[in-house]
């Protein structure tokens, strides 16, 4: 069975600091993979997804993440954090399930950011 | 752009109450999901629909219905609402055919007292 673990619940970085989200999975077949991010009062906005090829995925917002199959891991990581960062942040693997394309998801980092 | 719209932001239930969160997409997608996300837990399944009136159970469909009569449209259905059922609920939509294109509504928080 598919699962995602976000071994850290909180995290607080200061403005212009460096940021890794960590992400590991457990899915059997090669994983789609996916960061979401979520700011209050809002649904969830698709920062990336791997699907194939290049391990290193580029998303929206300066965000970028590492597949390693080996370690079973998607690591979320931006060079310089901005105030506007701060939200919760969920990874996730999908996976097909009777009929529809599924996604798994994390329990989630709450990301702080501090001038 | 592909619009998931929940039709209430907040609502406040009293136990035993059947309770309905509707959800309407508009952008002809086949597949729709509801979510029940908690601090701590994350996001969890409740169903999902791939068609019109087909239904699937997720992780944690006990306590919930989920009825797809038109295509747009998909709703959570609490048959008699309790207090451990008060959280946040996310509609989410996805075009299927292997496309995990998923668009999210904003959320209904159900507060069941």
């Known amino acids: 069975a598919q699962s995602v673990t976000q071994p850290d619940i909180h995290i607080t970085v200061s403005e212009g600091a460096s940021l890794e989200l960590r992400c590991n999975y457990s899915y059997g077949a090669t994983p789609y993979l996916f960061w979401y991010v979520q700011s209050p009062g809002q649904g969830l906005q698709l920062l990336l997804k791997y699907f194939s090829g290049d391990t290193l995925v580029q998303g929206i917002k300066g965000f970028e993440a590492e597949f390693k199959r080996s370690q079973s891991s998607f690591n979320l990581r931006k060079p310089s954090v901005h105030w506007s960062d701060a939200a919760e942040y969920f990874c996730?693997?999908?996976?097909?399930?009777?009929?529809?394309?599924?996604?798994?998801f994390g329990t989630g980092t709450r990301l702080t950011v501090i001038p | 752009d592909v619009k998931v719209t929940q039709s209430s932001r907040y609502l406040v239930k009293r136990t035993g109450e059947k309770v309905f969160l509707e959800c309407v997409q508009d952008?002809?997608?086949?597949?729709m999901f509801w979510y029940r996300q908690d601090p701590g837990l994350g996001l969890r399944l409740i169903y999902f629909?791939?068609?019109?009136?087909?239904?699937e159970k997720g992780d944690i469909p006990e306590g919930y219905s989920v009825s797809r009569e038109k295509k747009e449209r998909f709703s959570l259905i609490l048959e008699s609402a309790s207090t451990n059922q008060t959280s946040m609920y996310l509609c989410?939509?996805?075009?299927?055919?292997?496309?995990?294109?998923?668009?999210f509504g904003s959320g209904t928080r159900l507060t069941v007292v």
């Open positions: 629909s791939y068609d019109v009136k087909m239904k």
């Open positions: 952008m002809d997608h086949e597949n």
């Open positions: 989410a939509s996805s075009p299927g055919q292997g496309d995990y294109g998923y668009t």
């Open positions: 996730a693997v999908g996976a097909y399930q009777t009929g529809a394309n599924n996604l798994f």
